[in-house]
């Protein structure tokens, strides 16, 4: 949730490389020990068209991301760390936000074909998110503790659909302890979809937020609807770089009462396109 405040700014921006090195190293390290796979990732992407509630103006952002997946004998592992750099319409605000989900594939655990209908396999989901910004207006410390079971769907490449729990909390300026929402639900959707052999993929995420009761200023709040998803193309292949090394695409996201705000405040609604593009090693 926000609300208009005043914050100390704390720059973020030349951390980033550093964070970058070090999410790498991390990744490499993880990948000595014991993944069956693994794909890391860094991608930048780029739109005009970014919302923020109480704020009635489009906002610019760069955004720099270190994507992370791996699997191993009993699952699977998923980190995602973006850097997000505003323009002056949300006050040169700069944001870290971390993702991070791992899979236990429960039939790999218990030795058992889980397979049934268009299931290839059931799964259970830890995670948390994590994310620090620097705007004058909310300063948002969000923790969100993440859990519940998957599914995994037979189909191309990869569609987890998960049940969560979500247990959040947030300090923003001006509150003087930590507060924490009601537990409540989501629908996660997310998928990796490659159309044939032509260097195609549909990518991206849905998650449908249940309310979490009332926010930290005493305001009900909203379900929300985040639909992400991009079209990507392998250009590493006919660059001679290697398959799906380099590629580029466009992306979508549409966001209906952003951060469970209601409708009637400004900068509730997103819709962003945006340009994407993303080195793999």
Known sequence: MQKANAIVRTPLGKHLAAGLIGLSALAAVQHAHGADWSDNSIGYRYGTKFAEPFNTQDISKNIVNFTHASGYKYGTNFLNVDFLMSDNKDSNAQEAYLTYRHTLDIGKISGKDLAFGPARGVGFTLGVDLNTKNDP?????????????????????????????????????????????????????????????????????????????????????????????????????????????????????????????????????????????????
């Open 137 to 281: 207006g909310y300063g948002s410390k969000k923790r969100m503790w993440v859990a519940g079971p998957t599914l995994m769907m037979d189909v191309p490449g990869f569609l987890n659909l998960s049940i969560f729990a979500l247990w959040e909390s947030n300090k923003p300026v001006g509150i003087a302890n930590r507060y924490s929402y009601d537990t409540h639900p989501m629908f996660n959707a997310a998928w990796g979809i490659p159309f044939g052999t032509s260097g195609f993929a549909f990518e991206g995420y849905l998650n449908y937020i249940a309310a979490k009761g009332k926010d930290e200023f005493g305001n009900s709040t909203s379900p929300e609807l985040n639909f992400d998803g991009q079209i990507m193309y392998d250009v590493g292949t006919p660059l001679g770089m290697g398959k799906n090394t380099f590629r580029v695409g466009v992306e979508y996201q549409y966001w209906r009462n952003k951060f469970g705000n209601r409708s009637t405040v400004p900068g509730s609604l997103a819709k962003t396109p945006m340009l994407r593009a993303e080195y793999h090693f």
